[in-house]
């Protein structure tokens, strides 16, 4: 990185977060001299940033569609993303790896009256994992809830909203 020249007997830790550039030559015991060398090493500790936007809806029937807004990718290093899931709260096992251009995935044969909890994070080339954002979700078992959910899934919720009055919004 333009700094003086040090002579190493040993080994030696490069721990700089940025793009370094380490240039080297090595000297035999007979005094024989190699050309100087150059390589760059790229220490990379930060994670990229987290989805936005990330929630769940249903789908259809026992389907759940989860959505989101792509990561931001400010260093463009965005290897995946990794879903987790779990019916208690932190409780999360191994993740399921999705592909970095991905702003949704579908979890079928969801359970009725389970709360299911979700955590997406965003993982960069250098093994990097981000915080993760979270979402919940539970299917009611019966009731009127669930025959709501169900029509707005099959596209009848918006016969059951009213319209405010001027603003054309739902």
Known sequence: NGATINVYTEPFIISTEK???????SI????????PQEVEIK????????VRNFTAKMLKQLILSLNWTKSLNKAGDLANYVLYMATEKNKYGEGIV???N???????????????????????????????AETTFVLP?????LILLLLGSLGAGKYLTRRRKGTGLF
Request: proline share 5%.
């Open 98 to 100: 999705v592909t970095s």
């Open 141 to 145: 078992g019966t009731g009127p809830e």
């Open 28 to 35: 035999d015991k007979a005094g024989n001299e190699e050309e």
């Open 43 to 50: 220490i990379d500790k930060t994670a990229p940033e987290d």
């Open 19 to 25: 793009i370094n550039k380490l240039k080297f030559r």
């Open 102 to 132: 991905a702003d949704s995935f579908d979890v079928t044969d969801i359970v009725p009256d389970v709360k299911y909890f979700f955590k997406l994070t965003a993982k960069d080339n250098a093994g990097n994992e981000s915080v993760g």
